[in-house]
DNA sequence: AAGTCATTTAACGATTTCTTAATACTACGA
DNA sequence: TCGTAGTATTAAGAAATCGTTAAATGACTT
């Protein structure tokens, strides 16, 4: 199952929300869709049939948890995973949520990074897709949840921006990534920071995993590749 | 679908990015239309039909939002793809773009590579374009992903420009590029390199993947054939 | 407040890649 | 066969890009 495949349901009042959400996981591939309250959100959710929905719980009229119930009845719909936004004060609602059907919760405010990630954790623990998959590629196994580098088995710690980094180039086995793109995606389109930034942080990378897993592409980007 | 056959709109009010813009993805094969404000925007839209429209969100009077709307109110348009151009600046968070129907983001200040990858990318994505395909001739497989060419499945790491040649040539087998149009397409219309260059590359091409492969055509340029 | 760690920058060196220039080669027509 | 036009080859210098180090910054800890 791919990417393109997958189509995303985001229920949330807010429209700030849910532009930034939809904004993000378009950038991702995924197919988006919004809608704004409870009772449209289970109408649209019958009709698209999407594999996930992220559910506000905080919602005038029908809230989260009742329109979770709801979703929950439909057997079409059986399938369909649910995750809940929720602001991090509000955690009774982990309780009352798992309740009512949940598969994940995700605590506003919302990174995108985190988001990314959690969302494609929650999509491959019931979908088992590969979308990313802890990578293990010749010996290196990441595990974005725990945040952790396995080099033939021994844990290495990165801290943020290395492990990111990291992320990214092993999310595509051998594809070339540009500068460019790096800084986008790690670092985000808004930061600026010089080029040596990305080199040193290379260089930590291929000191504490090896010199042998991150290729240099002059004029064009690194790779992870053997 | 070809990239000749793809016609790309481009709204902005101002005249440096529309020239920008269109130098470069002219240069890229896109036919490409331009206009400087949203309500002439709607009306070549509707004539032109094109594919995918770059819609800057800043432009006085009818802004990139609301000519994105009423675009998308068009049904002939319907399966128009849409792209803002928007400062950095501009929290993607707070734009009410996608609400509007807009499949991506572009962010000002545009490096014309990430622009022609980005927009790749969203041909690709909705389009289905094979426009970076992996060409494979005659046991060649060029990869524009990982920046290799496959000989015989044998991997040959290729400098840049190397690379982009051999891409240039691959792209249309048998055809015979003229060397001007092989300096406009890998060095850029505005750089200026002799003649022997060219020569020089080409002969770096044939050392790597075989004397075969890379044709010449005296006195009019060089094809990829077997 | 001193210390640690992560991140970024700046400076310089090292390397690769690109370009040029000079010369050799080849095909073709006079 | 000679001359010409165009391409091939080579080596060397120029330019671009990357690697490396050390040091500045800032957040967080002790």
Redesign the pocket.
Known sequence: MNKEDIKILIVDDENDILEFLSYNLKREGYQVFVCDNGREAIAKAKDIKPQLILLDVMMPELDGIETCRQIRNEKTLSDTLIAFLTARSEDYSQIAGFDAGADDYIHKPIKPRVLISRIAGVLRRFLSSDADANADIGGLVLDREKFIVFKEGNPV????????LMALLMSKPGKVFL?EEILDKV?GGD??????????????L??KLG?NY?K???????KFDL
Do not use: A
């Open positions: 710690s990165l801290p943020k921006k290395e492990f990111e500068r670092w930061v600026v920071v010089g080029d040596r930034t990305i080199d040193v942080h290379i260089r930590k291929r000191e010199e991150i240099t592409i002059k004029g064009v980007g690194y």
